[in-house]
């Protein structure tokens, strides 16, 4: 096995899940997107080709000679995830029906739902009509800053991303502490919303983990002269801050309840904080905020996360102390009472992640 933990993980996801289209939940969704995209990066790093051929063999599993989708409806922000793979197979290969495949993902969202403010919806389905989702601004906007990079549309794929991030963190946004509530109902009639503000009950680790996520990774596709680069720098900055007030000093983890670490039943959450010491190493790489308490930060982040995972007896990696699939919930006690489950699908993906940023040669 590999010495460093990011490739452990790498190998032991392509042990459990020879045909990547069966790591969890469904065929066609964010957690192999979100995965693969870790795959791609220990491609970048190490060039070894099998990392490579594991993210092909999922694009190729659903990517028709036409360029049609298997498994793709279009009908939710989960679904549109799995296409910033596609733009990346693009991008590496200049093969014409992936780019068809990425182009057909891009015209989804001219007639996807939005709330009154623009942002879009996290499902277009009636059963969640008017409710927006932090989760969603990551999976959306994925895509969208890909595809302006590597295939066109550029002005508008920015623009729209641009609106997108502000309009969520201006709903979503807890006051003046940089962090944000999970979601957000227009409607106020999902069980979670409050009824005057739509707002739900509190800052959940791993949703704020992908707001985190993609203030990063937009940054570093965004072009320097864009109007509102500068805007989305200050949330960036904002948010670190915000983490770095509600960092446990004892641990370098975050809790599940981000800012109600003082509460004796909250707990460490790895999902979270592997998105975390992800977002402020990147940060400091990209000189989008103060490198020293963003370093700091990560190499506090990367020592707490790596207490979460065990070497089994089988010899493959195993992850503890997170959720899987956890949607907006009605309370506190509701997010912290969730149950953990071992390999939980997000942690999993954000550990490979955080632990690759941090262990990556330079």
Same mark, same amino acid.
């Given at each position: 096995?590999?010495?460093?933990?990011?490739?452990?993980?790498?190998?032991?996801?392509?042990?459990?899940y020879?045909?990547?289209?069966r790591y969890?939940?469904r065929s066609w969704?964010?957690p192999?997107?979100f995965?693969?995209f870790g795959?791609?990066?220990?491609?970048e790093?190490?060039?070894?080709?099998?990392?490579?051929?594991?993210i092909l063999?999922?694009?190729?599993?659903?990517?028709?000679?036409?360029?049609?989708?298997?498994?793709?409806?279009?009908?939710?922000?989960?679904?549109?995830?799995?296409?910033?793979?596609?733009v990346?197979?693009y991008?590496h290969?200049?093969?014409?029906?992936?780019?068809?495949?990425?182009?057909?993902?891009?015209?989804?969202?001219?007639a996807?739902?939005?709330?009154?403010d623009?942002?879009?919806?996290?499902?277009?389905g009636?059963?969640?009509?008017?409710?927006?989702?932090?989760?969603?601004?990551f999976?959306?906007?994925?895509?969208?800053?890909?595809?302006?990079?590597?295939?066109?549309? =550029?002005?508008?794929?920015?623009?729209? $991303? !641009?609106?997108?991030?502000?309009?969520?963190? &201006?709903?979503?946004?807890?006051?003046? #502490?940089?962090?944000?509530?999970?979601?957000?109902?227009?409607?106020?009639?999902?069980?979670?919303?409050d009824?005057?503000?739509?707002?739900?009950?509190?800052v959940?680790?791993e949703?704020l983990?992908?707001y985190?996520?993609i203030?990063?990774?937009?940054?570093?596709?965004?072009?320097?002269?864009?109007?509102?680069r500068?805007?989305i720098?200050t949330?960036?900055?904002?948010?670190?801050?915000?983490l770095?007030?509600?960092?446990?000093?004892?641990?370098?983890l975050w809790?599940q309840v981000?800012?109600?670490?003082?509460?004796?039943d909250?707990?460490?959450d790895?999902?979270?904080?592997a998105?975390f010491t992800?977002?402020?190493k990147r940060? =400091?790489?990209l000189?989008?905020?103060? $490198? !020293?308490?963003?370093?700091?930060m990560a190499r &506090?982040?990367y020592?707490?996360i790596? #207490?979460?995972a065990?070497?089994n007896?089988?010899?493959?990696?195993?992850?503890?102390?997170?959720?899987d699939?956890?949607?907006?919930?009605d309370?506190?006690?509701?997010?912290?009472?969730?149950?953990?489950?071992v390999?939980?699908?997000?942690?999993?993906?954000a550990?490979?992640?955080?632990?690759?940023?941090?262990?990556?040669?330079?």
């Amino acid at each position: 096995m590999s010495t460093n933990w990011s490739e452990a993980l790498a190998d032991t996801l392509m042990a459990r899940y020879p045909d990547p289209n069966r790591y969890p939940w469904r065929s066609w969704c964010y957690p192999q997107a979100f995965m693969l995209f870790g795959m791609e990066r220990l491609w970048e790093s190490t060039g070894r080709v099998k990392y490579r051929d594991y993210i092909l063999k999922y694009v190729d599993e659903h990517v028709g000679p036409d360029g049609a989708i298997a498994a793709y409806r279009g009908n939710s922000m989960d679904d549109i995830m799995p296409g910033s793979i596609v733009v990346w197979a693009y991008q590496h290969t200049g093969e014409a029906r992936y780019r068809l495949a990425a182009d057909r993902i891009r015209e989804t969202f001219d007639a996807y739902p939005r709330a009154s403010d623009g942002a879009f919806l996290h499902n277009a389905g009636p059963r969640m009509a008017g409710q927006v989702w932090v989760d969603g601004l990551f999976m959306g906007q994925m895509f969208l800053t890909r595809y302006g990079t590597v295939v066109g549309d =550029a002005a508008h794929c920015f623009d729209e $991303a !641009a609106q997108q991030i502000i309009a969520i963190e &201006r709903r979503l946004r807890k006051g003046t #502490s940089g962090l944000l509530y999970h979601g957000w109902d227009e409607s106020r009639n999902a069980s979670w919303a409050d009824r005057e503000t739509g707002l739900s009950c509190d800052v959940w680790s791993e949703g704020l983990g992908w707001y985190a996520l993609i203030l990063v990774e937009a940054l570093e596709l965004f072009p320097a002269d864009h109007p509102h680069r500068g805007p989305i720098e200050t949330l960036l900055r904002e948010l670190i801050e915000g983490l770095r007030r509600t960092q446990d000093p004892a641990t370098g983890l975050w809790y599940q309840v981000v800012d109600k670490g003082h509460l004796p039943d909250n707990w460490h959450d790895t999902s979270g904080s592997a998105m975390f010491t992800y977002a402020t190493k990147r940060a =400091a790489e990209l000189g989008l905020a103060d $490198a !020293a308490t963003c370093e700091a930060m990560a190499r &506090r982040g990367y020592e707490g996360i790596i #207490s979460k995972a065990k070497i089994n007896p089988d010899g493959l990696v195993d992850i503890y102390d997170a959720c899987d699939g956890l949607c907006v919930q009605d309370s506190y006690a509701a997010y912290i009472n969730y149950p953990k489950k071992v390999n939980a699908k997000e942690a999993v993906a954000a550990f490979l992640w955080a632990t690759w940023i941090m262990e990556k040669p330079g």
